[in-house]
T-cell receptor
Framework: DTAVSQTPKYLVTQMGNDKSIKCEQN?????MYWYKQDSKKFLKIMFS???????INETVPNRFSPKSPDKAHLNLHINSLELGDSAVYFC??????????????????FGPGTRLTVL | GENVEQHPSTLSVQEGDSAVIKCTYS??????FPWYKQELGKGPQLIID?????GEKKDQRIAVTLNKTAKHFSLHITETQPEDSAVYFC???????????FGTGTRLQVTL
């Protein structure tokens, strides 16, 4: 009965390879996110999708491409991996889409993370 | 854009003592301030949040205060226990954007 799940938990790969991380939520939420946590534990948003539509795209290299086949899934594909991509990547979801009428409170629930190591 | 500063970066307290973590934010439009606890090897877990129309909120041993004028908000943990040891993050969000801007984290160590 995991709420937000990610696979794989660990990913070790060589520089230049292409890899994907998958995320699924069973909370019925409309909005999903990808965050990157660096070695200093700093958490920074990368992307946000609302009901399969991209709504936030922070300053992230084009090598990173999110894909949302449906509102319960948000996958992250990374091309031509670089050493600096090594980090823990977290998926999150929230119940309320942005931009709705009235005040919006952004309560987010995080997955367990995927530790990516690029050698 | 929003900028959130968090202090201290590390905090060590004895079991039973109180712990206070402070954050400041820059965007006066921010209206939602959650606190997350991250244990080793796990994702951040929401432990308490406060909205801009409230000055204080309490949940058992945890309380959060918000000063909108000064753009400060704080997390207070009373009667600390070893299982409170973790990294704590504050965050801020505006009502019209979906992203959370996180503070830099506080590593709390509760010693016996």
């Amino acid at each position: 009965d995991t709420a937000v799940s990610q696979t794989p938990k660990y990913l070790v790969t060589q520089m230049g390879n292409d890899k994907s991380i998958k995320c699924e939520q069973n909370l019925g939420h409309d909005t999903m996110y990808w965050y990157k946590q660096d070695s200093k534990k700093f958490l920074k948003i990368m992307f946000s999708y609302n009901n399969k539509e991209l709504i936030i795209n922070e300053t992230v290299p084009n090598r990173f491409s999110p894909k949302s086949p449906d509102k319960a899934h948000l996958n992250l594909h990374i091309n031509s991996l670089e050493l600096g991509d090594s980090a823990v990547y977290f998926c999150a979801s929230s119940p309320t889409p942005p931009g709705t009428s009235g005040v919006y409170y952004n309560e987010q629930f995080f997955g367990p993370g995927t530790r990516l190591t690029v050698l | 854009g929003e900028n959130v500063e968090q202090h201290p970066s590390t905090l060590s307290v004895q079991e039973g003592d109180s712990a206070v973590i402070k954050c400041t934010y820059s965007d006066s439009a921010s209206n939602y301030f959650p606190w997350y606890k991250q244990e080793l090897g796990k994702g951040p877990q929401l432990i308490i949040d406060i909205r801009s129309n409230v000055g204080e909120k309490k949940d058992q041993r945890i309380a959060v205060t918000l000063n909108k004028t000064a753009k400060h908000f704080s997390l207070h943990i009373t009667e600390t226990q070893p299982e409170d040891s973790a990294v704590y993050f504050c965050a801020a969000s505006t009502g019209t954007a979906s992203k959370l801007t996180f503070g830099t984290g506080t590593r709390l160590q509760v010693t016996l």
